[in-house]
């Protein structure tokens, strides 16, 4: 595959820096992923998402297929152009979605037939459907088609999804169009099993892709259980492929998995935790909605450089929140892409100096803390 290309910079155990390159720029790594499901970054302008340091953002198969549709999104230029945003994306392949918002979905061989959850549309979306429309939509990186495995789920039934994936995966890599610049990636399934995770690793390894991500985890099963299946996954990847962990998660989840060797990560954590009043700062977690910020002069977090600490104090963030101005979320969620990038930034730093364990404990924790720090 012409793909998209990636070196390893510095190691530290089990982490790395390294550089994505891609036809729309680079990207260095470990890195976060902002979500823009339906090509937007909720409450941002892609200025302020390229301001917070992020460069890359993730888009959706599922949401972007059903509405605007990929063909307008194809025929007014793509979709860097359509949402204004010229750095790489990644797209979703719409398995997930499918499974989790459609309506009366019906599942073979061939793909999914579901009903879209928007107007109760017919759709069938197959691996060859799903890598047509992330072409369509110009994807720096586009995901191969799978089934993302229920938790819990027996020995049998994840062994089921997970082949079920796996034949998908060999599809979807010979429809994919390969081009520089553009890659593509497997998904590793098998829940919390490693022995159907090395099944599956080496179906994926066998077929070859851009990149290895690792799906599944995240959807109930605990940061000790999905640390235990990134142990027994990862070291099953090969070095000189970025490594992606699909809808990860709290700073210490991403800090965990970065000791562990993962380089890439995406989530809404950060843009729905600053809907709803939650700030993530160096001290622990802030709800700036409580009462005992609402005289507090101070800044969210002393050493962010973003608008929301730069400019405004506790107390107005408080006010905002409380007013339900749209001012309010949108600084908070400025505010915790920003502090996810500087996460990211640290863990680079880290790695490079070889102090990944201090900067490791030290995130841990600010993150354990919570909302208590003193007045």
């Known amino acids: 595959m012409s793909g998209c290309g990636f070196s390893i910079g510095a190691v530290d155990g089990a982490a790395r820096t390294g550089l994505l390159v891609t036809a729309h720029g680079e990207v260095p790594t470990p890195a976060f992923m902002p979500v823009g499901t339906a090509a937007t970054v909720k409450a941002m302008t892609p200025e302020a998402v390229e301001a917070t340091g992020a460069r890359m953002v993730l888009g959706n198969t ?20 359509f949402m204004h945003w010229p750095g790489p994306i990644l797209t979703d392949s719409g ?39 992330q072409r369509q939509l110009d994807a720096d990186i586009t995901m191969a088609f799978d089934e993302c495995t229920p938790f819990p789920a027996s020995p049998e039934q994840a062994a089921q999804s997970m082949r079920l994936s796996m034949r998908w995966a060999a599809r979807s890599r010979e429809a994919f169009v390969a081009r520089p610049g553009y890659g593509l990636f497997g998904i ?18 066998a077929l070859g892709f851009d990149g290895y991500a690792v799906g599944g985890l995240a959807v109930g099963e ?8 990134l142990d027994v996954t990862v070291p099953l990847l090969p070095a000189d492929r970025p490594r992606y962990l699909m ?13 562990r060797g993962i380089d890439m990560f995406d989530c809404v954590l950060p843009t729905r935790s600053g809907r709803t009043g939650q700030a993530f700062t160096r001290h622990g977690t802030v709800n700036i ?12 977090d002393a050493l962010c ?6 400019h405004y104090s506790r107390a107005y963030l408080h006010h905002l929140a409380k007013a339900e101005e749209v001012l309010g979320l949108m600084l908070l969620t400025w505010h915790n892409l920003h502090y996810y990038q500087d996460l990211m930034r640290g863990l680079r730093d880290a790695i490079t100096a070889g102090r990944l364990g201090d900067f490791a404990r030290d995130a841990l924790a600010a993150e354990a803390a919570g909302d208590i720090e003193p007045l």
């Open 305 to 310: 450089g973003c608008p929301a600490c730069v």
């Open 62 to 81: 599922y949401h972007l297929m059903l509405r605007p549709g990929a063909e307008r999104v194809e025929r007014l230029g793509g979709l860097h152009r």
């Open 289 to 300: 909605r409580n009462a005992r910020h609402q005289d507090d002069p101070r800044p969210l």
């Open 222 to 229: 605990g940061q000790a259980e999905m640390f235990r299946v």
């Open 95 to 133: 398995g997930f979605q499918v499974m989790s918002l459609s309506k009366l979905r019906k599942m073979d061989e061939t793909g999914v037939t579901f009903q879209s959850h928007l107007d109760g549309s017919s759709h069938l979306l197959t691996p060859e459907r799903s890598m047509a429309i």
């Open 188 to 205: 590793v399934q098998g829940g919390v099993y490693p022995e159907l995770r090395a099944e599956s690793a080496a179906q994926l390894l």
């Open 247 to 259: 809808g990860v998660g709290k700073p210490s989840d991403i800090v965990g998995a970065v000791c």
